[in-house]
């Protein structure tokens, strides 16, 4: 079956715009989580949705959002980016939740400008 | 709040031998999961291996298996025969069902000596 799909694969913005990133899970799955990886960081969790709700959010600003659609496609979206917002972001899917274990995607390479 | 550590940044293990990557954690919690992610240099993450806290056996996967000490609240991977595909970056990682989200180390990158 198809795995967590993840587009675009890289991206360059400048800072000051606005990116939405986007992840298809693998079919049935319908819990999706977002994390940021950056060598310095390491892997820092984002947020977390099912069915269509937040269920978790990471300590990130406000200007990272997300959402989940009726099919379990999720978006996330960044405004105002700034430098420190370049990293790798990956979309994880599970059936019910996190413990479930994680599929992952293979990630959006966002480096901003 | 829950925590995860891996000591060794870089290790290293010669083709066919065995190497050990450690793990431990913290939390007041007696019922979670405990996992074991690769990430390759293609760089999507592959799930190893995944413990439930309350099962005492150690998990297994093939050439993968874990040394689970609850009281001590560590968690190794194992890799025995060691292949040149083994070489990767491995996150020991931490979840409960009580909150939906996974907590990662930081990571041991593994290299591989044919």
């Known amino acids: 079956k198809a795995g967590v799909t993840q587009t675009p694969r890289y991206l360059i913005k400048t800072r000051g715009q606005q990116v939405t990133l986007s992840c298809s899970p693998i079919?049935?799955?319908?819990?999706v989580s977002w994390y940021q990886q950056t060598p310095g960081q390491g892997l820092q969790f984002l947020f977390e949705?099912?069915?269509?709700?937040?269920?978790n959010k990471g300590n990130f600003p406000g200007r990272f959002s997300g959402r989940q659609f009726s099919n379990s496609r999720s978006e996330m979206n960044v405004s105002t980016l700034e430098l420190g917002d370049s990293a790798l972001y990956l979309c994880?899917?599970?059936?019910?939740?996190?413990?479930?274990?994680?599929?992952f995607g293979s990630g959006t390479r966002l480096t901003v400008v | 709040a829950q925590t995860v550590t891996q000591s060794q940044p870089e290790m290293s293990v010669q083709e066919a031998e065995t190497v050990t990557l450690s793990c431990t954690y913290d939390?007041?919690?007696?019922?979670?999961?405990l996992f074991w992610y690769k990430q390759p240099p293609s760089r999507q993450m592959i799930l190893v291996i995944r413990?439930?806290?309350?099962?005492?056996q150690n998990a297994t996967e093939n050439r993968f298996s874990v040394n689970f000490q609850k009281a001590a609240k560590s968690f190794s991977l194992k890799i025995s025969d060691s292949q040149l595909g083994d070489a990767a970056m491995y996150f020991c990682?931490?979840?409960?069902?009580?909150?939906?989200?996974?907590?990662f180390g930081p990571g041991t990158s593994l290299s591989v000596i044919p």
């Open positions: 939390t007041s919690e007696s019922d979670y999961y």
């Open positions: 949705y099912f069915s269509e709700t937040q269920r």
């Open positions: 994880a899917s599970s059936l019910e939740g996190s413990v479930d274990g994680y599929t």
């Open positions: 413990q439930e806290a309350y099962k005492q």
């Open positions: 079919s049935g799955h319908r819990s």
């Open positions: 990682a931490y979840g409960e069902t009580s909150y939906d989200k996974v907590i």
